[in-house]
């Protein structure tokens, strides 16, 4: 490890000691990184009392100690199933409880620095108290002068200087883990510091924020049981972030909830379908629902707030979960596995056959449940544990929807230990499954497909001519070996079946103009042939589309589309 890394020797040699301190000194020495910075791996008698902790909450303490840009870290991998223990991420998500504030000096230098113009001339009136403080910022409760009550975000001073340096320093133990540990060439840590570092640069933009707020008010606008407050951009800058006040009570103060006799049931409902429609729908969701983060209203509405951390899946990835969701939904495990296949990009050393055998038995634990008993959560971190298993990785965007399904799961439960999340899903699920397959989106299916179908007509004749050439002048032998005949058959019957769904679809359409035809030459003829000619029409309608939704639940039974 070349320490120019000199330059942060003495952040280097705070790090490490940090560790050494809560009872860590010996992986770090395991690692080789002590010798680096000659510091012994032993703890004086005042640091012992640190080591009959557990390793989690040692690791808690640890991050704490070393400031926002470890707890952040910490945040981030406790979405990680794949790396820790339950027992640590649970103590890693106690992270999220509040920081220590800054003054009021810093944070009155900061608004008039960033804004140009001193307090009293933005705000009528400014709570020098913060509401609440966090590892990156802190939100003080102000009025601008058109008498609007706000709420302003203020970034700690000097944070991101600090963040830098630290990434620097993470970015090298990365790389040292990465080359000299088993552990580095699985999981690839300068990747993973990589992404968090680009996560953290977002969050450090206040404007970045701003522009999701009003991305989620867009949205959810259609839902008037959900507010998103309004963002001030003329007060809001990449250090300060001014947001419309809403008056309501936070989820975090459950005794208050109940003595305003607000319905505890209905909001749970509200809450969970929100989160399913931006995960499902929307593919932007909010990527923190925690308790805090949650405001309930009069008339039984409810807030999100801090869009700080959000969630983003592609059309693929969204396919994917709905896959899965469905899967787990009808208790049909080929459809998990299958979805799970497609996640990640397996290795040679999976073994499909052997997954799909382990999540039958992970099935069967399940199947006899009512859906009302089934946790979500649970079921997706053991279908996940049983990828890590099989060395499919698990894309990020995934651990970290499992994370927030996780949060979101906990608070309902709390509001309403009665309600399944599932049975929420569920029909959602269903209604954006028959709009996967609607004439329109098979149309964009075709659209986005159409150049390359287009580059393979032109190209293919030239290719195949150049091939027989070579086979002309040269000598060669082609070798066709198949590890798996039961894969490749199950691949053809995955694209019969989308061949098939493609002529039903055609067929349907066909069947529908036909019959719009037909009824308009019936309405010429007497009464009497009309209403005959009018039935047999109908009947004729009605048996085309239950032929065709036999077909189509025909091929989702068999889970290969």
């Known amino acids: 490890m070349s320490i120019n890394r000199y330059k942060h020797i003495r952040r280097y040699k705070e790090i490490a000691r940090v560790f050494v301190k809560h009872g860590f000194g010996t992986v770090l020495d395991q690692l080789g990184i002590l010798k680096y910075l ?4 032993k703890t004086n008698k005042k640091e012992d009392k640190y080591i009959k902790k557990s390793i989690g909450e040692r690791l808690r303490l640890a991050l704490e100690e070393l400031g926002p840009s470890f707890i952040k870290l910490g945040q981030i991998i406790s979405t990680r199933q794949d790396l820790l223990s339950e027992d640590i991420i649970k103590e890693l998500e106690k992270l999220h409880e509040s920081a220590l504030p800054f003054s009021f000096e810093e944070a009155k230098e900061c608004i008039e620095y960033e804004l140009g113009e001193n307090l009293e001339e933005i705000f009528i009136e400014f709570d020098e108290k913060p509401l609440a403080a966090a590892s990156i910022s802190q939100v003080h409760l102000a009025k601008l002068k058109s008498g609007k009550q706000v709420v302003v975000k203020i970034q700690r001073p000097r944070i991101e200087i600090k963040i830098e340096e630290d990434m620097k320093i993470l970015k090298d133990l990365a790389w040292f883990i990465d080359t000299h540990t088993k552990y580095g060439k699985l999981y690839e840590f300068s990747t993973m510091v990589k992404e968090f570092h680009n996560t953290l640069r977002k969050e450090l933009d206040f404007r970045i924020e701003g522009e999701y707020t009003e991305k989620f008010k867009e949205n959810l606008a259609s839902n008037r049981k959900i507010v998103i407050p309004s963002v001030y951009w003329e007060c809001t800058t990449r250090s300060i972030l001014t947001l419309e006040y809403i008056e309501g009570i936070s989820l975090s103060n459950f005794e208050e909830l109940k003595d305003k006799k607000v319905d505890l049931k209905l909001i749970a409902r509200i809450i969970s379908k929100s ?72 290795t040679r050393r999976s073994d ?69 999340v599932l049975e929420i899903a569920q029909p959602i699920a269903k209604k954006l499954m028959f709009r996967l397959f609607s004439p329109e989106t098979v149309k964009d299916y075709i659209k986005e497909g159409i150049f390359d179908y287009g580059n393979l007509v032109k190209e293919f004749p030239e290719l195949l001519l150049n091939f027989f050439r070579k086979m002309e002048d040269e000598d060669y032998t082609l070798n066709f070996r198949f590890k798996s005949t039961k894969e490749i058959l199950k691949r053809f019957d995955k694209i019969s079946n989308k061949i098939s769904f493609s002529i039903a679809l055609l067929s349907l359409s066909i069947i529908i103009a036909g019959f719009i035809i037909g009824f308009g030459m019936a309405a010429t003829v007497e009464t009497e042939a009309y209403i005959f000619n009018l039935s047999i029409l109908k009947i004729g309608l009605v048996a085309a589309v239950l032929m065709y939704l036999w077909l189509i639940f025909s091929i989702f039974k068999t889970g290969r589309f």
Not at 38 to 41: G, P
Not at 383 to 402: A, C, G, Q, R, W
Request: charged content about 30%.
């Open 38 to 41: 000659d510091i012994k791996k």
């Open 275 to 346: 989160i399913f429609e931006q995960i499902l729908r929307d593919g932007l969701y909010h990527g923190d629902p925690h308790p805090g983060n949650i405001k309930a209203l009069s008339d039984n509405k409810i807030a999100f707030l801090d869009f700080g951390m959000v969630g983003t899946l592609k059309e693929e990835r969204k396919r994917q979960f709905l896959k899965i969701l469905l899967g787990i939904a009808f208790k049909n495990s080929k459809l998990i596995v299958d979805a799970v296949m497609d996640l990640g990009s397996m």
């Open 352 to 420: 499909a056959k052997k997954l799909e055998f382990e999540i039958d038995k992970l099935r069967d634990e399940y199947i006899e449940l009512p859906l009302k008993e089934i946790k979500l959560t649970e079921i997706f971190n053991k279908i996940f544990d049983l990828s890590f298993k099989y060395n499919i990785k698990i894309p990020n965007e995934f651990t970290m929807l499992v994370k927030t399904l996780a949060t979101m799961e906990g608070v309902v439960e709390k509001l309403d230990p009665e309600l399944n």
